[in-house]
């Protein structure tokens, strides 16, 4: 194993110079290792192809030794990591496709073309399995909203992703936007991409059977994102990335899926593997790898969309809406008939080889010659030397605060930059194509998707929370699991599996090392507790800007539930006199959240409580509920705590509620019982003649539970202690986001 | 029972979800979507469909491409015999662009995406494309769209489009009422679907077919879609075999 500390630059030694050699990603001592193995020097094509299958981006340097932790089997999963997608049964012979990705230092840069080309990417590693894409959400984290840059950065954002999901004709259907400011330099953009299959169908990217031509479908290569993978790996994004950022063409896309899919229902594909980071090189390497084997690539006979192009450049091309097909010999002039069809440019660039090598050829020069190992399996893993930093927070015997205007700071809470409505950017989207959305965005505690021709529902949810990462990493990818599980649970779905998105600093350095470790820790644990697979996933590490330091640990967990029938869902909204109930443990202080970091001016506090058993005893009563048709309305509390909840079920159907206030104002007092963040807590509505059984049900199952409340008129009251009008809330939640952009009311 | 045809340009996205609701919702008869490159007679089909999505990726301008796919002629002579035919939101687009509707579409007024559900109202029941509605009927639809603005020349156009009872869908508030605050886009006199003067060519920018099922959030698209199989059924002197209206769910 290699240390990461950079040797003394040993100039001489080398053919290249240290410093064109770090170009390349490399590390010295990483040099000297390949060189080794290799017994010569690698000439420049073979340095890029080196660099970028030895980046952190592809070859997971840092993190590849802690995600052995994470659970990844289950009676479900038929494809865990290691492929473009994870992939679960969902049974009658059908399966779902999962996956979310990063796409942060392209979009620090280029906000629009960076989120439109991650949506881009996410799309095809789903389709690349054979699964039609059916639902995208998207994570997205900006920093400081009165920083100059965030406005540009969250509307390019927004528009990247509309840009391109809305031209392929996939529903973007939910996801979360954040703000903290330790993104300001670096904001974060995870897409996640849901797709739907026949079990039989799944197809995989690995190579088989030398002699087999490899085909390369779609658009002509070009200039772009050369050595995006490499560059990725860097910790400016700023300084990284100009000139080499990609541009998406949605258009070309769509006419990619439908013919690739059509191809897969035709039978015949041995493999598929889609073009992402690293270009041609990655994905050529990694299907000969799958398959043990080696492959020849003449790139003469890559289509060029530029003169001039070097063996070099064709290779580490980024240029976006590409796919690699393996087919049996003889089977070339049927595929290319077929693609022309759909007005699609392809050609056989190759094929794969027995000799485990990857032999790049430009015409009859041999140009490139690395055994398939030495990039697959012999990247180095570095153990991470993780340190707890002295800056941890430590929150405990914190007070709670007296004399608040509750009125107010709900108002101040429902407008404020983490808790507005998010329509401003939903509303850019086409949430409804497809013709399967369910609940789409703010409709449920998370978006359902009806699969076509069946009874089944896939609820879906994202979730992480940078001010509990910061606090405690650990509990904190817990609690991202948590909630995610839980959304799911109170549209009546069970949680199937979990794809993610791991997003830290720079892990060379001890603390974020710790953080990296923590989480991934945390991650396991839930997930285990929940007895939920992660069957997919990505690592974007290096999220730094020079002067501002890293990110708050961002492991963005999407999760996929699966509810039979249909059916039996349950949505936010608040149907007029309903009994509102409060399952879950009363809490006994204000935790950390939004209430003391916008409303107090200071977000110190005590960990939100969190208990993964009670977490899975909730959600199965949650599920029991829903089947018996017993609840009516069910929404999770979280950020904000029970009174943006109960907000949030108001607004949802312009039902308003009254509290209890004797209720609030037993346990920790009204201030905890509205704003704490104490996880494992849910609020269903249910007829006042069903609120027995619901009660009931609560005890048998071992959560605790209250009537809280009741649902109906105008207003949100809790006598003596809160009253707010529902147009206050609503105008304060709606007008909040655009606001805080600095823009006017015309843009909304 | 009708026989629809659905016309697939490349990039058009909303075919799969027209021919599953037009099967399993209404149960009509439908063949897999027609190729935009293969020219043919559609005479044997009682309604063609130009279905919603990005054809040939809008560029240049929504339909302006598509106008000129070899499908597009059939679909020309077929309007002239008097063929029933349906443009949703880029089907629209595209009618608009090969000028078998009157006037053009500019970009919504935000300059932005909207996708939404909004409320359209019925403005005729005598047309084969609303027969099935209520007159005055408030029906709540999902549009999606970024050039929706629905506009004509000058104010003359406006008028003579009004007073030739052109428009049969237009944006307004759940009761009915047409307002500025209603209108998603901009469009020109709150108009979200209009049809030919002969009355058998119809476009509209809301989406009927995902308004289908009450799990999908409405039923209002419905009606819409039953008045087409409602007026082929009741022109061939077939008995109307249109079920009454039962949410899938």
């Known amino acids: ?133 059916v639902a995208i959400l998207d994570s997205l984290r900006f920093g400081d909203p009165s920083d100059h840059r965030t406005p540009h950065l969250v509307d390019g954002v927004i528009a990247g992703i509309a840009f391109y999901g809305n031209c392929i004709g996939v529903p973007t259907v939910g996801g979360e936007i954040s703000f903290d400011p330790s993104y300001t330099g670096n904001p974060l953009v995870n897409a996640m991409c849901v797709g739907v299959l026949p079990a039989d169908r799944l197809t995989r990217a690995a190579a088989s059977g030398p002699g087999n031509p490899l085909i390369l479908v779609g658009a002509d290569t070009g200039r772009d994102g050369i050595q995006g993978a490499a560059f990725a790996s860097n910790d400016d994004p700023r300084a990284s990335h100009r000139g080499v950022i990609q541009v998406g063409n949605p258009f070309l896309e769509k006419l990619l899926l439908e013919a690739c899919l059509e191809l897969i229902e035709r039978g015949g594909v041995l493999a598929m593997q889609d073009l992402g ?131 107010h700071a709900l108002l101040s809470l429902l407008g404020s930059p983490n808790l507005c409505s998010r329509a401003y950017a939903f509303v850019q989207y086409d949430s409804t194509v497809q013709a399967n959305t369910a609940f789409g965005p703010g409709e449920g505690a998370a978006a359902l998707i009806r699969v076509e021709g069946t009874h089944k529902g896939l609820a879906i949810s994202t979730d992480c929370n940078p ?28 949680p199937i599996a979990v794809t993610d998105c791991l997003n830290f600093g720079n892990p060379e350095k001890p603390e974020v090392a710790w953080q990296l470790s923590e989480a991934v820790h945390g991650l396991a644990e839930a997930c285990r507790a929940l007895d939920v697979p992660i069957v997919s996933g990505n690592v974007s590490l290096y999220n730094e800007t020079a002067g501002l330091g890293a990110i708050a640990p961002t ?41 003391r970091a916008v409303v107090l001016g200071d977000e110190r506090g005590p960990f939100p409580r969190l208990d993964l058993a009670a977490e899975r005893r909730l959600g199965d009563l949650l599920r029991s509920l829903a089947q018996a048709r017993r609840v009516r309305s069910a929404q999770d509390v979280s950020d904000g705590g029970l009174a943006i909840a109960v907000a949030e079920c108001a607004l949802a159907s312009n039902v308003g509620c009254r509290l209890k206030s004797e209720v609030l104002r037993a346990d920790g007092g009204p201030v905890a019982a509205l704003f704490s963040e104490d996880q494992g807590r849910a609020v269903v509505g249910c007829l006042v003649s069903e609120a027995p059984a619901v009660l009931a049900a609560a005890v048998a199952a071992g959560v605790p539970a209250r009537v809280i409340g009741h649902a109906g008129g105008t207003r949100l009251v809790a006598p003596g202690l809160l009253d707010v009008p529902l147009a206050a809330a609503r105008a304060a939640h709606e007008s909040g986001f655009a606001r805080l952009l600095g823009h006017t009311g015309t843009r909304v | ?19 599953r609701v037009l099967r399993e919702v209404l149960e009509q008869s439908v063949d897999e979507p027609l190729w935009h490159a293969d020219p043919r007679p559609l005479d044997e089909y009682d309604c063609v469909i130009l279905p919603g999505g990005f054809a040939h990726g809008d560029h240049l301008r929504a339909g302006a491409i598509a106008r000129f796919s070899a499908i597009m002629a059939d679909v020309e002579r077929y309007a002239a015999r008097g063929g029933l035919v349906l443009g949703i939101c880029n089907g629209f687009q595209v009618l608009l662009e090969a000028g078998l509707l009157p006037g053009a579409m500019l970009r919504n007024a935000t300059l932005q995406f909207r996708g939404a559900w909004v409320h359209c109202r019925v403005e005729r029941t005598d047309s084969p494309f609303t027969a099935a509605c209520q007159p005055g009927q408030v029906l709540r639809l999902p549009i999606a769209h970024g050039e929706g603005s629905y506009a004509v020349a000058g104010p003359e156009d406006l008028e003579r489009l009004e007073r030739a009872g052109a428009v049969l869908l237009r944006y307004s508030d759940p009761a009915g009422a047409v307002t500025a605050a209603a209108n998603p886009n901009g469009s020109l006199g709150n108009i979200a679907g209009i049809t030919n003067p002969r009355g058998n060519v119809f476009g509209l920018m809301p989406h009927p077919e995902r308004a289908c099922e009450s799990l999908l959030g409405s039923v209002d698209g419905m009606p819409l879609l039953r008045s087409i199989v409602q007026h082929v059924t009741t022109e061939r002197g077939e008995a109307s075999v249109t079920r009454e209206l039962s949410p899938a769910c």
């Open chain 1, 1 to 133: 194993m290699l240390s990461a500390t950079v040797a003394a630059p040993v100039s001489g030694r080398w053919r290249y110079p240290v410093a064109q050699i770090r170009q390349f990603g490399l590390l010295e001592p990483e040099y000297a290792q390949a060189v080794e193995r290799l017994g010569r020097e690698p000439n420049l094509v073979e340095l890029g192809i080196l660099g970028a299958m030895w980046s952190e981006h592809c070859g997971y340097k840092h993190s590849r030794r802690l995600l052995k932790l994470l659970p990844t089997t289950g009676p479900r999963v038929l494809q865990g990591p290691g492929e473009n997608a994870g992939a679960v049964s969902i049974g009658d012979g059908l399966a779902v496709a999962l996956k979310m990705e990063s796409h942060n230092h392209p979009s620090a840069v280029e906000p629009v073309q960076g989120a439109a080309t991650g949506v881009g990417g996410i799309l095809r590693d789903i389709f690349t399995m054979g699964a039609r894409p």
């Open chain 1, 277 to 407: 980071a690293a270009g041609l090189t990655s994905s050529s390497v990694e299907m000969a790898a799958r398959g043990g084997l080696g492959v020849e690539i003449d790139v003469q006979q890559v289509p060029r969309r530029e003169t001039g192009m070097n063996a070099f450049e064709v290779m580490l091309s980024e240029s976006q809406e590409r796919m690699l097909v393996l087919v049996e010999r003889g089977q070339e002039a049927g595929l290319m008939d077929h693609f022309a069809h759909w007005g699609l440019h392809a050609a056989v660039i190759g094929s794969i080889t027995a000799d485990g090598t990857i032999r790049i050829r430009d015409g009859a020069e041999t140009v490139a010659e690395l055994p398939i190992p030495l990039l697959a399996d012999d990247v180095p893993a570095y153990a991470l030397r993780p340190e707890r930093p002295a800056t941890v927070m430590d929150c405990t015997g914190l007070d709670v605060p007296s004399g608040l205007d509750l009125s």
């Open chain 1, 467 to 494: 001010r509990y990462m910061r606090l405690d990493p650990r509990r904190g990818a817990q609690q991202a699991v948590a909630e995610a599980a839980r959304n799911v649970a109170c549209v009546g779905a069970e």
């Open chain 1, 555 to 595: 492991p963005a967990v999407g999760l996929v539930g699966l509810i039979e029938p249909i059916e039996d869902r349950v949505g936010i909204g608040f149907h007029e006199g309903d009994a509102v109930v409060l399952l879950g443990q009363p809490v006994d202080t204000l935790s950390t959240g939004e209430l």
């Open chain 2, 1 to 19: 029972m009708a026989r629809f045809a659905v016309i697939r340009f490349p990039g058009t996205n909303c075919e799969r979800e027209t021919v």
